[in-house]
C-alpha cells in the first residue's frame, strides 16, 4: 500500500518555465489538496478536489493550476515558474467521512532560480 | 496559517513533559488535529479531537481542548529525542469542505 505518492522529489527550474507535480494515491480518497510549506509559515492550501471532476482554490492559488480528472490523480502545473514559487510542496488526500485525517505524501522540493 | 498560531520553538530535558500551545479563531471548526514532521518527510497524523470533547489522552499524548478560548495544547510525558520534530495543529472547516488550515508549527528539540 503505498499511500500518497508525489514525483518528483526535487526539481530546480528557471523563472519563466513551467513543470507539473505529479500526485498519485491508492486509497480511493475522494478528498486530494495541495500545500506548500514555508519558512515560519506553516502549510498554506493551494488547491483542492472533492472528487474527480471538481476543483477549488485554496489559501494561494495564483500561479498554480490544478485538474482531476481521476480518482487517483491530482497534479499541480506551474504554467510560468517564479522564484517565490521556490517552496516545499504536498499533497495530502483523505477519505470522505468528516474527521478523516489527511494523508501526506513526502513532498517536492522546489527551487526557482 | 495565520488564523491558528503557534509558538515556533520549545526545548526541553529529555525524559520532562513538553506541553505545546496552540489557539484558533473558527469557533465552527468542528476537528482539531495535531500533526509531527521529521525532517525531510511528510506530516504525520499524531491525534485528533472532536470539539465537543475537552480532553484526549492516547499513551503519552493528552490532548487538551478549551473551547471557550480555542486553545488547543498538546502535552507529550516523557519526552523521547525521537521526538524530536515539528509539529503543527490545524482545524478543519465545516464551512469549506472541512479544508484543513495549519499552524506554523513549533519546533521541539529533546535535549539529552
Known amino acids: 500500500n503505498a499511500g500518497v505518492t508525489q514525483t518528483p522529489k526535487f526539481q530546480v527550474l528557471k523563472t519563466g518555465q513551467s513543470m507539473t507535480l505529479q500526485c498519485a494515491q491508492d486509497?480511493?480518497?475522494?478528498?486530494m489538496s495541495w500545500y506548500r510549506q514555508d519558512p515560519g509559515m506553516g502549510l498554506r492550501l493551494i488547491h483542492y478536489s472533492v472528487g474527480a471532476g471538481i476543483t477549488d482554490q485554496g489559501e494561494v492559488p495564483n500561479g498554480y493550476n490544478v485538474s482531476r480528472s481521476t480518482t487517483e490523480d491530482f497534479p499541480l502545473r506551474l504554467l510560468s515558474a517564479a522564484p517565490s514559487q521556490t517552496s516545499v510542496y504536498f499533497c495530502?488526500?483523505?477519505?470522505?467521512?468528516?474527521?478523516?485525517?489527511?494523508?501526506f505524501g513526502n513532498g517536492t522540493r522546489l527551487t526557482v532560480t | 496559517g495565520e488564523d491558528v498560531e503557534q509558538s515556533l520553538f520549545l526545548s526541553v530535558r529529555e525524559g520532562d513533559s513538553s506541553v505545546i500551545n496552540c489557539t484558533y479563531t473558527?469557533?465552527?471548526?468542528?476537528?482539531l488535529y495535531w500533526y509531527k514532521q521529521e525532517p525531510g518527510a511528510g506530516l504525520q497524523l499524531l491525534t485528533y479531537?472532536?470539539?465537543?470533547?475537552d480532553m484526549k489522552q492516547d499513551q503519552r499524548l493528552t490532548v487538551l481542548l478549551n473551547k471557550k478560548d480555542k486553545h488547543l495544547s498538546l502535552r507529550i510525558a516523557d519526552t523521547q529525542t525521537g521526538d524530536s520534530a515539528i509539529y503543527f495543529c490545524a482545524e478543519s472547516r465545516p464551512d469549506s469542505s472541512y479544508k484543513l488550515i495549519f499552524g506554523s508549527g513549533t519546533r521541539l528539540l529533546v535535549r539529552p
Open positions: 486509497m480511493n480518497h475522494e478528498y
Open positions: 473558527d469557533s465552527s471548526s468542528t476537528y
Open positions: 479531537i472532536f470539539s465537543n470533547m
Open positions: 495530502a488526500s483523505r477519505g470522505d467521512r468528516n474527521n478523516s485525517p489527511l494523508h
